[in-house]
C-alpha cells in the first residue's frame, strides 16, 4: 500500500514568516489584485495557501523588496501567465526597475561620501584644523548639490 500525500498548505501567518512579507501585505496583494483571491479552509474559511501560492508570493516578495510598484507587479505578475507573448513588456518592466535602482545605488554613493566627509569634518574640527575644515565645507556644500531623492 502506498501513501498518497496530500500538497501541502500554509496559514497566513506561516505565508507571512516565509515570505517576509506582512500578513496584511498577503491581504492587501490579494485585495488588489497583484495575487489572485487564495484558497479558504472549508471550515474555517482561513486563507489557505498551497505550494504554488507560495512560489507567487516568494516572486512577488523579491519585486516588492527591488522597490517595484504595485501596478507594475500586477502587470508582471499578470503578463507571467502569458508565457513568450508577454516576454517584450516582461523585459521592459524590469529594465525599467534595473535602471531605477541603478540610479538609486548612484544617489547611496553620494550620500556615502557626503558622511565621510562630515566625518573628516568633525575630526578636523575636533584637530582645530581651521583649513581643512574650510576645505571639507565646501567639499561637503558641493556634494550637498548632488543629493536629491530619485523620482
Not at 517576509?20 to 487564495?38: C, K
Not at 535602471?99 to 565621510?116: H, P, S
Amino acid at each position: 500500500m502506498t501513501a498518497t500525500s496530500s500538497p501541502h498548505t500554509y496559514t497566513i501567518k506561516e505565508a507571512a514568516a516565509l515570505t517576509g512579507l506582512p500578513a496584511s501585505t498577503l491581504r492587501y496583494y490579494e485585495s488588489v489584485g497583484v495575487i489572485a483571491p487564495v484558497g479558504r479552509g472549508e471550515t474555517s474559511m482561513h486563507r489557505v495557501y498551497t505550494d504554488g501560492d507560495m512560489n507567487l508570493l516568494v516572486g512577488v516578495a523579491c519585486l516588492a523588496a527591488t522597490g517595484m510598484s504595485v501596478s507594475d507587479m500586477r502587470r508582471y505578475v499578470a503578463n507571467g501567465a502569458l508565457g513568450a507573448a508577454a516576454a517584450d513588456e516582461q523585459i521592459q518592466l524590469l529594465e525599467e526597475r534595473a535602471e531605477r535602482l541603478a540610479a538609486e545605488a548612484r544617489l547611496i554613493k553620494i550620500r556615502q561620501q557626503y558622511v565621510k566627509i562630515k566625518i573628516e569634518f568633525w575630526r578636523a574640527t575636533a584637530a582645530g584644523d581651521d583649513t581643512e575644515v574650510a576645505r571639507l565645507t565646501a567639499a561637503a556644500r558641493d556634494l550637498a548639490q548632488k543629493i536629491k531623492p530619485v523620482k
